[in-house]
């Protein structure tokens, strides 16, 4: 299937884009339950037409780019709940679908110039895992087992169509490259996207540089950045990534909110007050200085909503308006 590489285009003509927020934290509001090893991936099984219903809501929040609901949807996954690997393969493809229609029906309804994309998630082995690693990249794996986990669910979201892959909440470096081979292979452009150990390096102690200089590599690759991550840490590791690479960057942290793996729960959300990059601002305040230090895709991950996600449209829409 022959590749658009409309994100690459739009970047290219200038474009600032507003990624959208979390998927789960929509989807338990809605009453799912999510307490799950599929996480929101059970929810492509049970009522898949919510998961349209969040991309919906996301489109009219003003997000110019879905992230499909594949993040933890993999054959590994599935096969734990007795799916066989060609429904598993369907289900992931079906993420893509329920984006597409969302998609359709928003613009059937609100006609624009400007595309609206749709990427497929594709989350680490650590979110297979479901216990937390891909926060801490500890796990051990070779090039080709990587590859071997990683493939059939891009052949899926390729073939499927998604306009683009969002390799994303990525904690080391050995993962990493395997996937960056592995787009090269289906010529798909990307964007990598990693959890972090600090502002400088990501969750293995890889420096943020070390993992710009990789990625600079593949053509395939069209931003880089960091997602799945505190708010404190966001302004330090865009600074460390403009410094290292000429690449567009994207930065789609979460909330602020705390989470703790082990009880896979969300604490109260500590004051920003006196941490670097992040003192005592807003989310959507710290999203404007992000696009500031060079971010041209801004969003949200976990325990944000399509609220959050409307008033960094609208920040940055203003602001681009005002620069012109």
């Not at 594949?70 to 709940?81: D, V």
């Not at 452009?189 to 710009?212: K, N, R």
Request: glycine share 8%; with cysteine; charged share 20%.
């Amino acid at each position: 299937m022959p590749r658009t590489n409309l994100l690459s285009r739009m970047l290219l003509a200038g474009a600032e884009l507003t990624v959208d927020g979390a998927l789960a934290t929509e989807l338990e509001a809605h009453g799912c339950d999510l307490t799950d090893s599929l996480w929101s991936a059970k929810v492509l099984l049970e009522q898949p037409e919510l998961i349209k219903r969040v991309h919906l809501d996301y489109f009219a929040a003003g997000a110019q780019i879905a992230i499909t609901a594949s993040y933890q949807a993999t054959p590994q996954g599935f096969a734990q709940k007795g799916i066989s690997e060609g429904e598993a393969l369907q289900l992931v493809a079906l993420s893509v679908e329920l984006a597409q229609e969302a998609r359709r029906e928003f613009l059937t309804e609100n006609p624009r110039a400007i595309p609206l994309l749709i990427a497929g998630s594709v989350g680490p082995y650590g979110a297979f895992l479901a216990d937390g690693s891909e926060y801490r990249g500890d796990y051990i794996l070779s090039n080709e087992e990587f590859k071997d986990f990683h493939r059939p669910r891009i052949a899926a979201l390729v073939g499927a169509g998604v306009d683009l892959l969002a390799c994303e909440t990525l904690p080391s470096l050995a993962e990493a490259r395997a996937l960056l081979e592995l787009v090269e292979e289906y010529g798909v452009e990307s964007w990598f996207s990693f959890t972090l150990g600090d502002g400088g390096h990501i969750s293995d102690g890889t420096p943020l540089a070390e993992v710009a200089s990789l990625c600079e590599k593949y053509s395939h690759v069209t931003a880089i950045g960091l997602n799945c991550v505190p708010l404190g840490l966001v302004s330090p590791a865009v600074d460390a990534l403009a410094q290292a690479t000429d690449l567009p960057l994207i930065a789609y942290p979460n909330s602020g909110e705390t989470y703790d793996p082990a009880s896979k729960t969300w604490g109260p959300t500590p004051s920003t007050e006196g941490v670097e990059g992040a003192p005592g601002k807003s989310f959507v305040e710290l999203a404007s200085s992000w696009r500031d230090a060079g971010a041209r895709l801004v969003g949200g991950c976990c325990r944000t909503t399509p609220r959050d996600i409307a008033a960094v449209a609208d920040a940055l829409t203003h602001e681009a308006a005002i620069s012109e």
